[in-house]
């Protein structure tokens, strides 16, 4: 149990650290906060910091830095997070305001968050586990091509123009349309190439041939949704803090490129007391992620999380606003999709 003024003390190397990126003394300590008492004090209160494995000097009779737990006790202790200011709430509601469908949201999403933060963005697409067919869609082209469409509940739309050599009849589509919506309507995608199997049965006369050449191209929609991913934006942060990290940073970036080890990594990642989830430094399953902090949050679609949104940074990060800017476009990218707020 760290006493009050020592956890005092560590919250003020955290903060002054994170402003200047400069090792922080007892004298800085004494000049910039009002704690009352002598460098000499502080310095006691520094020594059981660095006891505790809390802080720790980069060199001989330097001043001190937090380290990986350090961060996390003081994360512990936010009582509060940085509400975001008015005109961020604004450029978030007009940004995600103008998108008209979940690719354009999400991309939206991701750019906003980086420019808020500084960070490098990251927001995962909805998982097929969770998407359902909300309609499917057939639009006349010319007399001889189609326009598929699938539309899922999680906002997302995919299409694919077919051609139809033999032509077809505009009766036979709309009767086609309406057996696909009435079979798979609210059905989970992953259930979707089961059901389609046997809506061939179903089709007779004209409509049998439309659906064997129909069927084949919407099970290629459903295929795009099940491939999980995650969209980036902002590299150049990251690269612009370099000497935040230890060595090169190119296994850092070359980790954060990594899809399937970025899926895994947000998907383990559970909220805690502030609404999100955070790993710092060596929190981080990811051995070339040991010097960095994520931090994501999840957002909903009908009451459900289905995917999550966040940053990546270097440990020196400003925590309270980079955990108050997720979970705020997080709350706003869940309101853009039509879920609760």
């Known amino acids: 149990m760290i006493p009050d003024r020592p956890l005092e003390v560590l919250k003020a ?177 992953s259930e979707v190439a089961a059901i389609a199997k046997t809506i061939s049965q179903k089709a007779t006369g004209k409509i049998k041939p439309l659906a064997e050449r129909v069927t084949p191209e919407l099970l290629a929609l459903v295929d795009a949704n099940t491939q999980e991913k995650i969209l980036l934006a902002g590299t150049s942060n990251l690269a612009r803090r370099e000497d935040d990290f230890p060595g090169s940073i190119s296994p850092v970036l070359e980790a954060i490129e990594e899809q399937v080890v970025m899926l895994k990594l947000i998907s383990e990642m559970q909220a805690d007391q502030h609404g999100v989830s955070l790993l710092i430094g060596r929190e981080n399953s990811v051995d070339a992620l040991s010097s960095t902090s994520v931090v994501v949050s999840g957002y909903e679609n009908q009451g459900s999380e289905i995917a999550k949104v966040g940053v990546i940074g270097p440990t020196r990060m400003d925590y309270s606003s980079n955990i108050g800017a997720v979970r705020a476009v997080a709350r706003y990218l869940t309101k853009s999709l039509g879920g609760p707020q």
């Open 13 to 189: 190397i955290v903060r002054d650290y994170i402003a200047s990126k400069e090792p922080v003394g007892s004298k800085s300590l004494v000049e910039r906060h009002s704690f009352g008492v002598s460098a000499a004090t502080i310095r006691n209160d520094m020594a059981i910091l660095e006891e505790e494995e809390l802080i720790v000097a980069p060199h001989t009779s330097s001043g001190r830095v937090p380290t990986d737990k350090g961060y996390r006790m003081f994360v512990d202790q936010l009582s509060e997070v940085k509400p975001l200011s008015s005109a961020e709430k604004v450029a978030i509601e007009g940004f995600l305001s103008k998108s008209s469908d979940l690719d354009e949201t999400l991309g939206q999403t991701v750019r906003l968050l980086s420019q808020l933060t500084n960070q490098v963005a990251l927001v995962q697409y909805p998982s097929l586990g969770r998407a359902s067919v909300r309609h499917i869609e057939i639009i006349s082209i010319d007399d001889k091509r189609l326009l598929l469409m699938l539309i899922t509940d999680s906002g997302r739309i995919q299409q694919h123009v077919l051609e139809i050599l033999g032509g077809y009849e505009l009766g036979d589509v709309e009767k086609l349309r309406n057996l696909l919506n009435e079979s798979l309507t609210g059905k989970g995608l």
